[in-house]
C-alpha cells in the first residue's frame, strides 16, 4: 500500500492512443474488417499499468451486435520481440466477461467491466519490448478506443514474470469418469486467476448441480497426487452450495447467472493476489468428478440415461492468466468465428 506514496523520478509515465483515428491523431489505425491493428508498441524496460478498451461496436443491430465484438476480435500481446503471443484470448473473455460478452457490469482488483468499456490493472512488466494487438476477425469495422498506461523503469529485474493468458472452449459429457485438463504450463512462474463461462441444457444438473461438485486438482512440479485439492469447483472459485446467486467482489465473482428453462449459464472469476500458486517446474490444472456422487446409485441411472440420450453435456469456456520467467506459451486452435459465436 505504501507504495502509492513512493516518489521514484527514475520511473517515467506514457500512454498509447489507438483505434481511434477521429481525433487529433488521424493516422491512428482503425479496427476495420479482417484487420490486425496494434495499440501499443512499447520499448523497455518498463511495465504496462492499465489497459483500457472500449466494447467495440459497429454497423449491425439485434442480438449478434454484442457476441461479434465479444468474441470475434481476440486481445493479442507480445513481449521482447517474441513471435508467439504470450496472450491471445477473444476481448470479452479476457475481461471475464462471460457468456460472449453477456455478464453485468462488474469491478474486481484485476479486471472490470464497467458502462461501454473495459479496463484492465494487471501490471505487465517486459524487458525489451511490449506489443499489444486487437485482430478483428469479423467482415464488418468495429469502432473502438484503446489506451495503454505505462512505466519506463530503470533497469530489469530478472525475477519479474511475464504476463500470460490463454482461452480454450470445450463441450464435455459429464460422468463419473470425466476429467477435464484446464491448464499445463511447463517453466517457472505463478498462477493469478482464472475466468470461465458455463453453459447447459441438462435437466439433470438444474441449478449447476453435478457439474460444481468436480474437485478442482492442481499438481505442481510434476507430482503425481495434487498438491492443491479444492473439493468442489464452487469453493475452488471462493463460494459454497453451488452457483445460487449474482455476486461480484474484488477477487471472485459470479457476475452472471441466468435460468431459462432447461438452459442454465454462468460466467465466474477469481483472482489470486497474496495467495498466488507457485510452481518451479510445471502447473497443471484439472477439474475431476471422480469422487463425487459414487453412492448415488439413483443419480448414476439417471446420469447413465441422458448421456445415453446424448445429453450431460456442458459447454466450458475457460481463461486463465499467470505469469512465467521465459515468455511462450502453446495456446490451443482458436475456433473458427461462427463456432465462438455459436
Given amino acids: 500500500m505504501f507504495e502509492l506514496a513512493l516518489i521514484d523520478s527514475t520511473r517515467k509515465s506514457g500512454l498509447a492512443n489507438g483505434g481511434w483515428k477521429y481525433d487529433a491523431y488521424p493516422e491512428i489505425e482503425s479496427l476495420e474488417a479482417n484487420s490486425t491493428i496494434t495499440i501499443a508498441d512499447l520499448r523497455g524496460p518498463g511495465v504496462v499499468t492499465c489497459i483500457h478498451i472500449t466494447q467495440l461496436w459497429g454497423a449491425i443491430e439485434g442480438p449478434d451486435r454484442r457476441k461479434i465484438a465479444a468474441r470475434g476480435v481476440i486481445l493479442e500481446m507480445y513481449w521482447d520481440d517474441v513471435e508467439t503471443p504470450a496472450v491471445r484470448v477473444p476481448i470479452a473473455d479476457f475481461f471475464a466477461d462471460g457468456l460472449g460478452g453477456a455478464a453485468k457490469n462488474f469491478s474486481s482488483k ?25 485482430v478483428n476477425e469479423n467482415d464488418i469495422p468495429l469502432k473502438c478506443y484503446t489506451f495503454v498506461e505505462y512505466e519506463t523503469l530503470p533497469a530489469w529485474n530478472e525475477n519479474y514474470g511475464y504476463f500470460h493468458a490463454t482461452w480454450s472452449r470445450s463441450l464435455e459429457t459429464l460422468h463419473h469418469d470425466n476429467c477435464l485438463h484446464a491448464l499445463h504450463i511447463d517453466g517457472e512462474g505463478q498462477f493469478i486467476g482464472r475466468a470461465y463461462s458455463i453453459r447447459t441444457r441438462e435437466p439433470l444438473f438444474k441449478g449447476f448441480a453435478f457439474i460444481c ?50 438452459n442454465a449459464h454462468l460466467s465466474i472469476y477469481r483472482f489470486l493476489d497474496t495467495n498466488k500458486i507457485r510452481f518451479s517446474k510445471s502447473f497443471d490444472l484439472r477439474i475431476n468428478w471422480a469422487y463425487e456422487w459414487t453412492t448415488r446409485t439413483d443419480f448414476q441411472n439417471e446420469l447413465k440415461a441422458a448421456i445415453a440420450a446424448g445429453g450431460a453435456k456442458v459447454d466450458y469456456a475457460m481463461t486463465h492468466y499467470w505469469y512465467q520467467r521465459h515468455i511462450g506459451f502453446p495456446h490451443a486452435d482458436m475456433q473458427p468465428l461462427a463456432d465462438r459465436l455459436k
Avoid: Q
Avoid at 467491466?113 to 486487437?134: D, E, R, T, W
Fill in 110 to 134: 484485476f479486471l472490470e467491466k464497467v458502462p461501454h468499456a473495459y479496463n484492465c490493472y494487471i501490471p505487465m512488466p517486459f524487458a525489451k519490448s511490449a506489443k499489444i494487438k486487437l
Fill in 213 to 262: 461438485e468436480a474437485n478442482n486438482e492442481i499438481r505442481i512440479d510434476g507430482a503425481e497426487r495434487p498438491t492443491i485439492d479444492y473439493l468442489g469447483t464452487e469453493d475452488a472459485f471462493g463460494f459454497s452450495w453451488s452457483f445460487r446467486e449474482e455476486f461480484c467482489g474484488p477477487l471472485c465473482g459470479m457476475n452472471k447467472i441466468l435460468f431459462d428453462g432447461n
